[in-house]
């Protein structure tokens, strides 16, 4: 019992273990996955003079994964650059052809919302099914997973490479499509708005 949250209508949360903690625990509790924002996360037309069109956005020394990608790959392939924002951050995803994400814990994150929004495939690492992320994502319809740090860089060599763009392409669209349709601030305002409604 968390009795600093009683006096609440709705707990909103994007995790959904936590959700379901939470309503064991007798709260009105919403499964609400991350989303993008539209007006940042976007495919934007004047695109950055940088050369990595592999990208992340933990920022150095945020996650061994992605400091040894980095090291293997080399700063003109895979860049990994944090501090970001508003436009800046939305024009650094949409200049990247993947985004690679490395979750800390195996959840969920925003990223995978915002880069697909921004045109980017997303690349991750297999997310347990307790996440529900295969009821929000399609493995190799709109999303990609790797098991491994060899088999994220040898997705990403095939992606990046004449033979696997046409495919890239088609499984960033449909990302894109999936989440500018269903997962933006829009729809969460709509969420909530929904909700109150049922209490009136």
């Known amino acids: ?36 924002d539209s007006t940042i996360h976007k495919v934007h037309p004047v695109k950055d003079n940088l050369t990595a069109k592999v990208r992340s956005t933990r920022g150095p020394n945020g996650s061994w994964f992605l400091d040894r990608l980095s090291e293997v790959m080399g700063p003109d392939k895979f860049l990994n650059k944090n501090n970001l924002y508003g436009e800046d951050y939305g024009r650094f995803l949409s200049c990247a052809k993947i985004t690679v ?36 994502f399609t493995e190799g319809k709109n999303i990609v997973y790797y098991n491994s740090l060899p088999e994220c860089i040898s997705l990403i060599n095939y992606y990046i490479s004449p033979e696997g763009e046409e495919e890239r392409f ?20 709509d969420d909530i708005l929904a909700e109150y409604f049922k209490e009136l």
């Not at 994150?109 to 099914?129: N, P, Q, V, W, Y």
């Not at 499509?177 to 729809?187: A, E, G, P």
């Open 101 to 136: 994400q490395h979750s800390r814990f195996g959840e969920v994150t925003r990223r995978l919302f915002e880069a697909a929004c921004c045109g980017s495939m997303i690349l991750t690492d297999r997310l347990h099914k307790d996440t529900r992320a295969d009821q929000i």
């Open 1 to 36: 019992y968390l009795p600093h949250l009683k006096d609440y209508d709705l707990i909103l949360t994007p995790d959904y273990e936590s959700h379901l903690d939470y309503q064991l625990l007798g709260y009105n509790c919403k499964h609400w996955p991350h989303f993008a």
């Open 170 to 189: 088609i499984i960033a669209s449909a990302g894109r499509h999936l989440v500018s349709t269903s997962h933006t601030q829009k729809q969460r305002v």
